[in-house]
Structures are given as C-alpha cells and as structure tokens.
C-alpha cells in the first residue's frame, strides 16, 4: 500500500547532507546518490525534515491561491495559529476581512470549531473505560506517528474531529444550505501551518469523508495577505471565537480550553515519541488525556509558518487573555452536546496500524533477520555518522539485512576492507620469484 | 533469538531503556501489538524492581515464534514473602523512592496480570529471578490494560 505525502524532496537543492535523516522521527530519510529519498511509508509528515533543510530542499505540496477560482463560492479556513503571524497594530477582525480582499467570500475560524472540539473531548472522558491516558488526535502528524511507530496506542487515540474538520463540517451544515448553493460550487480552504494537515485532508477526501477541499501553505499567503492586512478598503470581519478557541494555536492551549481533568501536554515531535514510549511502558496511567503537539510550542511552529514561534506563541496568548478563557459559551457547550449524540464529532475514517518497521511478515524468519541486525551492528563502528546514508549504525544494519545496503557503504569498515587489502597487495609485492627469493632469504 | 540486557541498581536515568530496546525490537518482529504492550508493561516493572531494590541484575529476553520468555535475575535483597509481595499495594520501597511516584506496590501484581506465566524464586540476602512467559496470540490471555 502507498500512502500521500505532501512533504517532498526538491532534487535540484538537496545537496545530500545528511542533516534530514538525523533528524527524522521515524527514520524514513536515507541519502542515496547525493540526494536524500523518503521511505512513503515511514514518512507521517511532521515537517522536522522542511525545518532542518538548510538548502530549503524539502518543501510541502500545497494548493496555491489560484486553486480557489475553481469554485464559485470560496471559504477560507482561518488556523488559530494565522493570529500570531502578523506583528503590528491591528484588529483581528481586519485579519479576517484580508482573506475577503484575497478572493474568499466566507471566513470561517477554526478556533470556534476548536471550541466546540475541546467540549466533545471532555465528553469523550466520561465514556472511555480504557487505559488511560487518551491521546489527542488533533496533531495529524502525532497520529500518523502512533500508526507507525506506537500501534498498540491506537486504541486510546481520542476519535474526535479536529478542530478543522470540526469547522469544515459545520459550516457545510449551517451555511450550505443557507447559501442554497450546491456541495461542489462551495470550495473550502484551509490555510494551513502544517504538512501533515494537507496530507491529512487529502486522505480524507480520497476516502469520500472529506470537506475541506484544498489547502494553502501559510507562508505562501503570507505577502499578498499583509499587503490586505493594510489595505485602506479591507473590510473588518466579526470574531466569533473565544480566547480558549484561540489558544489551540499553542501548546497547552488544547489541555486549557478542556479544562477538567489531569491533563498532560507535550510539544515537539521527539518529545512525543518519548512521552509515548513512555506510556506504552504503562507509565503516565494516573493521567487522563495527552495533548501531543509535533511542532515545539504546538501549531504555532508549524513548518508553514513564518513568524517565530516563541513570539507567535506569546501574541497568541495576550489574544485569548484579551478574547476572555474563563469558559467556552454556553450555547456551544449545548449545541456540542446535541452534536455529540447524533455522532457528528466521531472521526469516520478508521485509524490503521502502519507497522512498515516490521523486517518480515513471517514471525519466524523475522526473527532470523533480527537476529542477522544484531550481528551486524556488532561488526559496525557505532558511530551513528552518517555517512552511509543512514541516520545510525543500526538502521545501517537493518538495511544491510534487508538487502537495501552493503557492509562497505560504511566508510569505516570500506577503509578496514582497503587496510585488509592494502596489506595482501604488500605481502604479494614482497613475494620474490623463487630464483631471487633463495638470495634474500640468505641476505636477511 | 536471545538479548541480554544489563540493569543497575539505583540508576534511575536509564531505567527503563532495557524494556524499550526489547519492545523496539519486538515491533520489528511484526508481533501483534497487544502482546507487545504486556511484554513492555512486565518487563518495564521488572526492571524497576531491580533498580529500585537490588544491586544488580540481568534480562534475558527469548523469542521463538510460539512464546516471548523474560528472565530477571538479581543480586539484591530477596523477596522474604513473596506471597505478601503478590498483593497489590504491598510495597517495601524507601519513603524517597515513593515520593518519586516509584514503589505503589503494583510490580509483581503487574507482572502477574501481563504475563501468561509467573514464576519468582527469591532467596533473602542473595537476590530474586523472575521467570514470564507471553504466549503468541490464540493463546494470550486478555489485556484488560490496567496500569499502576
């Protein structure tokens, strides 16, 4: 099975360093002929590779801002993390009207979806009798990265919408019909902080349980956008959301807007893996629920963005302190719980493990590889350089075994086999023609 | 196929890396994942135990196509009552130890519910083994996934 990815390699600017595959969570990265290629079905598309990428080789496949014309009304889907990108003086709902300048008719924001989201979840605890902690599946690439490497989690992955998907289907419920337009002519954008994001809604749209039809990167928008943003005839838009809403676009930010329970938040997608590791150890069993957030400091330092994310994060807060997070409304806590009984916040697409760790389908000569992996790594320097390709001497070894690498990509055990051969060259060199050799054997 | 893992007593810093590195490997072998959690969680609680109460002490982690085996040997203290140890919430860890969330009595308890088969000898003065037994999936019994 294939799966999409919107992270890609640019060819022509990957000069082969070897900065990616040490980076990667699941490493899918391995340098193959000067230029680094992405094992699609390791990759969960976090981005960490875009943001280490000194050449700007890796980039993430978006729509572009022309992509909206196709549909006759257009709706821009407003991250709360857009809030924090602009510095300078000016309303949020100034921020909104520039989307309207850029060619979209309707601006939705996520945080009010991200409102309704953060209610459904704290519902979601009553029900759950598993074990704890449930794990948030806001962050598409924490899911994808549980799919990979932490199947046995799956289970305790909270099966509620995210927040864009929360306000994508909500606006297809409330404004559709209202706009009395059909489902094709409404195009639905997101304009998105994070790769995974894009990955996440194609799937979705392939799967037929899709609304959001496009995405644009951020950093894409950013220019055109700040030219509207001081554009004398931008219109001011009001804000619907609250500051709780708001606060998603950082870390912490979910955790705060649930707001009842013993709650854990980690951020930066190494430190989730840990914090899961952990918890697949039955560790963490005293917490209720894990907001994991791939980027550090959450949405805000999604690789798509452009403001720096300690300052972006700052700003966002300051915004919701001022947007009021005493508690999500009232009528949207109702309204949530009504959603919530007709199944309107479950995720319809199933969560799949993806174990393409796994060296064989058949257990048994998956544990002759193993054992052959072990082998190998003792024969290997244990540098973890690079050089070969491979993020560390024992992914080295994994793909030695399978047949994906050879022992003298190692540059070390290559100069061993030259040294080795170096010295049969000398022995032979020194070997004299019988007729000589009687002499020099007298000589010595 | 056979690792070995070595656990000091004490070192808090690396403790748990030796279940880790089991479960990785036990990823890779494509085993079903629920078997995989309940040789994490025992194993994990086993480690602990020695680098809560004993000196030193050895993993030995088996695995055949039919069963995951995990012994744990220590040099440490024994188990004088290993009966009473068995109960949940019986702990004999130092007050320090259980101010840092280690120690609730839940080890053995654990173990025993993870694992298809227990055995623990323990000689006082002289240390304890722990011997499980996780059988491949038909066989398994239920995780009903409690933790500490």
């Known amino acids: 099975m294939t799966y999409y990815h919107s992270v890609r390699l640019d060819e022509s600017k990957c000069r082969g360093c070897t900065n990616c595959i040490k980076r990667c969570p699941t490493q899918a990265i391995r340098v193959r002929e000067g230029k680094a290629r992405i094992h699609t079905n390791r990759c969960i598309d976090c981005g960490e590779c875009i943001r280490v990428c000194e050449n700007h080789a890796k980039r993430a496949e978006s729509d572009g801002l022309d992509a909206i014309r196709a549909f ?34 309707d601006v939705v924001e996520v945080a009010e979806g991200a409102e309704y989201a953060s209610a459904a979840i704290r519902m979601a605890f009553g029900r759950y009798k598993g074990p704890r902690p449930l794990i948030s599946s806001a962050c598409p690439a924490v899911v994808r990265l549980i799919e990979v490497r932490f199947p046995s989690l799956l289970p305790q992955v909270v099966r509620v919408e995210a927040p864009v998907d929360v306000a994508a289907k ?92 013993e709650l854990l938040a980690v951020d930066g997608i190494h430190n989730v893996a840990a914090v899961l590791e952990e918890i697949e150890l039955g560790k963490l069993g005293d917490v209720d629920y894990l907001e994991a957030n791939a980027c550090i400091g959450g949405c805000v330092g999604g690789p798509l963005t452009v403001e720096n994310p300690y300052v972006a994060r700052v700003k966002i807060r300051r915004l919701a302190e001022k947007l009021g997070t005493s508690a999500i409304k009232p009528e949207i806590e109702a309204e949530t ?104 054997k007298e000589e010595s | ?72 040997t220590d040099e440490g203290p024994g188990i004088p009552d290993i009966e009473l140890a068995m109960q949940e919430g019986y702990s004999t860890a130092p007050e320090a130890i259980r101010e840092m969330g280690f120690g609730a009595g839940m080890g053995l308890p654990n173990m025993k519910r993870c694992a298809d088969e227990l055995r623990v000898e323990s000689q006082v003065g002289v240390g304890t083994s722990v011997y499980m037994r996780f059988s491949l999936p038909g066989t398994a019994k239920e995780d009903r996934g409690e933790d500490r």
């Open chain 1, 170 to 261: 909500l606006y297809r419920r409330r404004d559709q019909e209202a706009l009395g337009l059909a489902r094709e002519e409404i195009g639905i954008f997101f304009i998105t902080p994070c790769p995974a994001k894009i990955t996440a809604a194609k799937e979705r749209k392939e799967a037929g349980q899709g609304e959001i039809d496009g995405c644009i990167a951020m950093a894409d928008i950013y220019g055109p956008l700040r030219k509207a943003l001081v554009a004398p005839d931008t219109p001011e838009l009001p804000i619907r959301a609250g500051g709780l809403g708001l606060g998603w676009a950082r870390s912490g930010g979910e955790n705060q807007a649930i707001g009842a329970g």
């Open chain 1, 72 to 105: 006759r009304h257009r709706v821009a889907l407003i991250a709360p993390s857009t809030f924090g990108q602009f510095r300078g003086e000016y309303s949020l709902g100034r921020l909104l009207g520039a989307f309207r300048v850029l060619g979209f008719h």
């Open chain 2, 1 to 72: 196929m056979v690792l070995h893992f070595e656990v000091r007593g004490g070192d808090f810093a690396a403790a748990g890396e030796a279940s880790s590195r089991l479960k990785a490997v036990l990823r890779q072998l494509g085993l079903e994942a629920n078997l995989i959690r309940r040789v994490a969680i025992a194993t994990y609680e086993a480690e602990m135990n020695v680098v809560i109460h004993a000196y030193h002490g050895r993993i030995e982690a088996r695995i055949a196509p039919a069963a995951v085996e995990v012994a744990v």
């Open chain 1, 337 to 440: 719980e009504a959603l919530e009984k007709e199944g309107f916040f479950t995720i319809p697409v199933p969560l799949t493990p993806r174990p393409s760790l796994v060296l064989d389908q058949d257990v048994k000569k998956a544990i002759d590889k193993a054992n052959q992996i072990e082998e190998t790594l003792a024969v290997l320097p244990g540098l973890d350089c690079g050089a070969c390709g491979c993020p560390t001497c024992r992914v080295l070894a994994e793909d030695i075994v399978l047949g994906q690498a050879s022992l003298t990509d190692c540059v070390i055990k290559l100069r061993e086999e030259l040294a080795r051969m170096a010295g049969d060259l000398l022995n032979l060199a020194q070997k004299l023609p019988p007729a000589m050799g009687q002499e020099k």
